[in-house]
């Protein structure tokens, strides 16, 4: 008889951030004061990755299928995050990223993607 597997990811959400544990011991956090852009792409496994990236190009990735009420419930605390876009960006998402969100006035330049 097996038991449960732990699960190669996992991701909490906190009002102060996103933490997501690997498998493999690592760690990916970021503040959500931090945040200062929203991405959305990257299908694998048929799951869609949501990238949340700080003013340094650091960020944590979150699988779709690891939200919660929670996440979108604190996503719409970044100012005019639009749930929509975001919900459209993952039901027609590709391998390629699209910015779904940027901060309305970031602290540094960030490379210029194309908004979808």
Known sequence: M???SVPDTYVYVTEEGV??????G??????WEDVVEVRVGGVTDSDVLIVL????????????SATD???LARLRYLPDF????LSEA??????AYVVVWRS???PAPLPDLEYD
Do not use: I, K, M, Q
């Not at 639009?82 to 876009?85: G, M, V």
């Open 26 to 31: 690592s760690v990916e956090a970021l503040a």
């Open 19 to 24: 933490t997501r544990h690997y498998a493999d």
């Open 104 to 106: 309305p006035d970031p």
């Open 53 to 64: 990236l700080d003013r340094d190009g650091e960020g944590c990735v979150v699988p779709r």
């Open 69 to 71: 009420a929670t996440f």
């Open 2 to 4: 097996r038991g449960n």
């Open 90 to 95: 993952v039901t027609a998402a590709r391998a």
């Open 82 to 85: 639009d749930l929509e876009r």
